[in-house]
């Protein structure tokens, strides 16, 4: 896969998104390490599917006149979770 296409982020398979009902928070479950999400973090997970890319997904969240907050913020948070492993 060439660098240069646009990045398309996925989920890792071994992580399991769902709801925690002791910490009251949406975590992403992987080996060794839970990540709890806040805000809007489940609904962007649930689109990183490695179908759509960041600008797909900053379109599907974004009502339009905030489109440049949402791809800039969307593109921070998914960046940081790629980083740290939980995203390919």
Do not use: K
Request: glycine share 8%.
């Amino acid at each position: 896969m060439s660098n240069d296409l646009p990045w398309r982020p996925r989920v890792l398979p071994s992580a399991v998104l769902r709801h925690d009902r002791a910490r009251g928070a949406d975590v992403l479950l992987l080996p060794e390490r839970v990540v709890v999400l806040h805000g809007s973090g489940r609904a962007v997970l649930d689109l990183c599917d490695g179908s759509r890319t960041v600008d797909e997904i900053a379109g599907l969240l974004s009502d339009g006149a905030d489109a440049p907050h949402v791809r800039h913020e969307l593109s921070s948070f998914l960046h940081r979770l790629r980083t740290e492993g939980c995203l390919r």
